[in-house]
């Protein structure tokens, strides 16, 4: 299993910027995609990921946040980032990292590990 620690949320006006980090750990010899999701107040966490790193190379966004949001990750320190960037009211949500494993080229497993979760307020 990988262990996730999100932080980096906080209020940010419309149009604003905010940079998530997520620890990660336990993940040493597997290849593992990690992706944030996020979680609408009132609302099902989305079951499709905002932007994932299936790996180093190939990244993946949702219609919504792409041009606006950038998925990428500090080898060295083994931590995993979200820069949001024009955020909009609507941005406004609870922000999860997780991880599933890597399979073949461009797979994903099921997104099984979660970090707690940071809250982006977006007004």
């Known amino acids: 299993h990988v262990q996730l620690v999100e932080s980096g949320g906080g209020s940010v006006q419309a149009g604003g910027s905010l940079r998530l980090s997520c620890e990660v750990s336990?993940?040493?010899?597997?290849?593992?995609?990690l992706a944030w999701f996020r979680q609408v107040p009132g609302k099902e966490r989305d079951d499709v990921a905002l932007a994932a790193l299936v790996t180093e190379t190939y990244t993946t966004y949702r219609d919504s946040v792409k041009g606006r949001f950038t998925i990428s990750k500090d080898n060295a320190k083994n931590i995993l980032y979200l820069q949001m960037d024009r955020l909009k009211p609507e941005d406004t949500a609870m922000y999860f990292c997780a991880a599933a494993r890597g399979y073949g080229v461009n797979s994903c497993g099921s997104y099984n590990d979660w970090g707690q979760g940071t809250q982006v307020t977006v007004s």
């Open positions: 336990g993940s040493t010899g597997r290849r593992y995609c």
